[in-house]
């Protein structure tokens, strides 16, 4: 069935007014309602839940725009624009490559004679544990130094890394992998069969706590706590709910990969005299921990410096041509650009804003492709919607988003060609069935252009949508004091993050919205930003693959990376 432009709003008004029904029963201003202005999310669940089990592709991506669409009614994601990445890299580094989801290996990299190289790519991490990290940064460190079945090549393309080959059923149910010879963790023990059963299961086990535990959801038993995935006959064997064309993906992905049951569950701290966890990642929180992929980490000072050396045991490490790799931890954006220009960094990838207009042709400065999108993120359980009713808040939400300059953040302080923003998944992902996602054909048709808008400030159209969630304006556009509208953003102590925190100020201060800008460490925002500490805040997402799910699964009730706190 073909879904137009109109049918597509009445679908997202009637979900709204569904939701209005089972929730409010009312229609008041902001300062009368009592019910929750969250939108009921079960049948966003009930949506994930389908598109996981459907082994009819064409109908699978209709149920991907049913969900898109249901995501995009609520506002709580407002979309700016679609990410490139940029980085710098001393003339004469060679074998560097990025992937689409943003993860840099260095492991095959050479810089003359050097051995060791130097490179900045964030602040403190978060986690180290490969199952725990939720960040790019910290993904790019997995990917260095443990190793999953699969491993992204520089097409961004699976390559084996742990497995030697697989086979597929006939049904495509399940997956039997053979796992290469004298395989060892960096501490020279073997890596066995039963230590990637043991990966993957801890990192589906709710009690590990893991953000990105949902993606094993394709994988049967998940959900009863019984993820079937076995040592048979010496090899690994995976048995799936429905075929699953992204599945080497999810091998390669850092929450698949292989940790050391011994070193996981010896570390101090790890379990209290009850046998209850306390931390599951209590075990790689300072140097020395065991890992399985290139290299480990020989120091770190935190907040500081971390230096990971070549792991002798790495199945690869004939080929690994980097010794060293020195990490310089700050997120002072002059401050790694000076120690980069003053020969002290070979690698970083920021760079001040005010820099990059200057940089854009100096052939040490690179723009790469991304599968993602920057965005501002509202927490749909914030005391700033209290007393609204579902859809005024909704509609509080899109007003607010009609009101950003996209174009004016895009030229002044992304200035790197980005695409204007105007929907969740980014332009140039696959449909699963061998077209691209966020195209207009016979079966789906966007309500505008390839979107949910156009991208233009519309400041009317702000206007009306506020009124409706009970705002007063004067003739003038201007905001009443009578319903004053005031809130904190929360954002991380970068220069261009910041500068687009003042561009959005500075469009609702136009209307008079009063928003102050909050920042914190790196660590600190990722972990308020996680437990809904927080109104209104900065937010991105980079694919983890190539397909529109994992830009949706993220929001399912039970996901660790669901910031808006839908079904909370």
Same mark, same amino acid.
């Given at each position: 069935?073909?879904?137009?432009?109109?049918?597509?709003?009445?679908?997202?008004?009637?979900?709204?007014?569904?939701?209005?029904?089972?929730?409010?029963?009312?229609?008041?201003?902001?300062?009368?309602?009592?019910?929750?202005?969250?939108?009921?999310?079960?049948?966003?669940?009930?949506?994930?839940?389908?598109?996981?089990?459907?082994?009819?592709?064409?109908?699978?991506?209709?149920?991907?725009?049913?969900?898109?669409?249901?995501?995009?009614?609520?506002?709580?994601?407002?979309?700016?624009?679609?990410?490139?990445?940029?980085?710098?890299?001393?003339?004469?580094?060679?074998?560097?490559?990025?992937?689409?989801?943003?993860?840099?290996?260095?492991?095959?990299?050479?810089?003359?004679?050097?051995?060791?190289?130097?490179?900045?790519?964030?602040?403190?991490?978060?986690?180290?544990?490969?199952?725990?990290?939720?960040?790019?940064?910290?993904?790019?460190?997995?990917?260095?130094?443990?190793?999953?079945?699969?491993?992204?090549?520089?097409?961004?393309?699976?390559?084996?890394?742990?497995?030697?080959?697989?086979?597929?059923?006939?049904?495509?149910?399940?997956?039997?992998? %053979?796992?290469?010879?004298?395989?060892?963790?960096?501490?020279?023990?073997?890596?066995?069969?039963?230590?990637?059963?043991?990966?993957?299961?801890?990192?589906?086990?709710?009690?590990?706590?893991?953000?990105?535990?949902?993606?094993?959801?394709?994988?049967?038993?998940?959900?009863?706590? !019984?993820?079937?995935?076995?040592?048979?006959?010496?090899?690994?064997?995976? %048995?799936?709910?429905?075929?699953?064309?992204?599945?080497?993906?999810?091998?390669?992905? $850092?929450?698949?990969?292989?940790?050391?049951?011994?070193?996981?569950?010896?570390?101090?701290?790890?379990?209290?005299?009850?046998?209850?966890?306390?931390?599951?990642?209590?075990?790689?929180?300072?140097?020395?921990?065991?890992?399985?992929?290139?290299?480990?980490?020989?120091?770190?000072?935190?907040?500081?410096?971390?230096?990971?050396?070549?792991?002798?045991?790495?199945?690869?490490?004939?080929?690994?041509?980097?010794?060293?790799?020195?990490?310089?931890?700050?997120?002072?954006?002059?401050?790694?650009?000076?120690?980069?220009?003053?020969?002290?960094?070979?690698?970083?990838?920021?760079?001040?804003?005010?820099?990059?207009?200057?940089?854009?042709?100096?052939?040490?400065?690179?723009?790469?492709?991304?599968?993602?999108?920057?965005?501002?993120?509202?927490?749909?359980?914030?005391?700033?919607?209290?007393?609204?009713?579902?859809?005024?808040?909704?509609?509080?939400?899109?007003?607010?988003?009609?009101?950003?300059?996209?174009?004016?953040?895009?030229? =002044?302080?992304?200035?790197?060609?980005?695409?204007?923003?105007?929907?969740?998944?980014?332009?140039?992902?696959?449909?699963?069935?061998?077209?691209?996602?966020? =195209?207009?054909?016979?079966?789906?048709?966007? $309500?505008?252009?390839?979107?949910?808008?156009?991208?233009?400030? !519309?400041?009317?159209?702000?206007?009306?949508?506020?009124?409706?969630?009970?705002?007063?304006?004067?003739?003038?556009?201007?905001?009443?004091?009578?319903?004053?509208?005031?809130?904190?953003?929360?954002?991380?102590?970068?220069?261009?993050?910041?500068?687009?925190?003042?561009?959005?100020?500075?469009?609702?201060?136009?209307?008079?919205?009063?928003?102050?800008?909050?920042?914190?460490?790196?660590?600190?925002?990722?972990?308020?930003?996680?437990?809904?500490?927080?109104?209104?805040?900065?937010?991105?997402?980079?694919?983890?693959?190539?397909?529109?799910?994992?830009?949706?699964?993220?929001?399912?009730?039970?996901?660790?990376?669901?910031?808006?706190?839908?079904?909370?």
């Amino acid at each position: 069935m073909k879904f137009t432009k109109m049918l597509l709003l009445m679908l997202a008004i009637a979900m709204l007014a569904c939701v209005l029904v089972a929730c409010t029963g009312t229609d008041e201003g902001p300062d009368e309602g009592t019910a929750s202005a969250a939108p009921d999310w079960a049948a966003y669940d009930d949506l994930l839940a389908q598109i996981k089990s459907s082994t009819d592709f064409v109908a699978r991506e209709a149920l991907m725009h049913e969900a898109e669409d249901i995501l995009m009614a609520t506002g709580a994601v407002m979309p700016l624009y679609y990410y490139n990445d940029i980085y710098m890299m001393k003339d004469g580094i060679e074998g560097f490559y990025q992937t689409v989801n943003q993860t840099k290996y260095f492991m095959y990299t050479t810089y003359g004679d050097a051995t060791t190289l130097r490179i900045n790519l964030a602040s403190e991490p978060d986690r180290l544990d490969p199952h725990l990290n939720s960040s790019v940064d910290g993904a790019a460190l997995a990917a260095n130094s443990f190793i999953g079945l699969y491993k992204l090549g520089a097409d961004s393309i699976p390559i084996p890394d742990a497995a030697e080959s697989y086979e597929i059923s006939e049904d495509g149910l399940v997956w039997t992998f %053979t796992l290469k010879e004298g395989l060892k963790f960096s501490d020279g023990s073997d890596i066995t069969v039963d230590d990637v059963v043991y990966s993957w299961k801890r990192a589906a086990d709710p009690n590990t706590a893991a953000d990105y535990s949902y993606m094993y959801s394709s994988i049967a038993g998940f959900a009863e706590g !019984d993820l079937q995935v076995a040592n048979v006959d010496g090899k690994f064997q995976v %048995t799936v709910i429905a075929p699953c064309a992204y599945f080497l993906d999810l091998c390669a992905f $850092p929450t698949f990969y292989i940790v050391q049951q011994e070193a996981v569950e010896s570390a101090e701290g790890y379990m209290d005299a009850d046998g209850n966890l306390i931390d599951a990642g209590a075990w790689a929180t300072d140097a020395g921990f065991v890992s399985s992929g290139a290299y480990m980490l020989e120091s770190w000072t935190h907040n500081e410096s971390m230096v990971y050396v070549k792991n002798p045991n790495y199945w690869d490490a004939a080929n690994v041509t980097m010794d060293r790799l020195e990490f310089m931890l700050s997120a002072d954006e002059p401050a790694i650009y000076a120690a980069y220009n003053a020969g002290n960094l070979d690698f970083i990838d920021t760079v001040p804003t005010d820099e990059i207009a200057a940089l854009l042709d100096n052939p040490e400065f690179y723009i790469a492709d991304v599968l993602g999108t920057y965005y501002v993120c509202f927490n749909v359980n914030s005391d700033l919607f209290a007393g609204m009713t579902v859809e005024q808040a909704a509609n509080m939400r899109l007003g607010l988003s009609y009101l950003v300059d996209r174009q004016y953040i895009i030229d =002044t302080v992304g200035q790197t060609g980005q695409q204007i923003a105007t929907s969740f998944i980014p332009a140039g992902m696959l449909d699963g069935h061998d077209g691209v996602f966020k =195209t207009n054909d016979a079966d789906y048709t966007y $309500p505008t252009g390839d979107g949910y808008f156009d991208g233009s400030v !519309d400041v009317a159209k702000a206007i009306e949508l506020l009124e409706s969630a009970g705002f007063v304006f004067d003739e003038n556009g201007m905001l009443s004091a009578d319903t004053p509208l005031s809130f904190e953003y929360l954002t991380n102590q970068t220069t261009g993050h910041v500068a687009i925190a003042e561009c959005i100020q500075q469009d609702l201060a136009a209307v008079g919205i009063d928003m102050s800008i909050k920042t914190v460490d790196w660590d600190v925002f990722l972990n308020e930003r996680k437990a809904g500490n927080f109104g209104i805040a900065r937010n991105g997402w980079i694919a983890d693959f190539n397909d529109p799910i994992n830009m949706l699964e993220m929001w399912g009730s039970d996901s660790g990376n669901n910031d808006c706190q839908f079904g909370k």
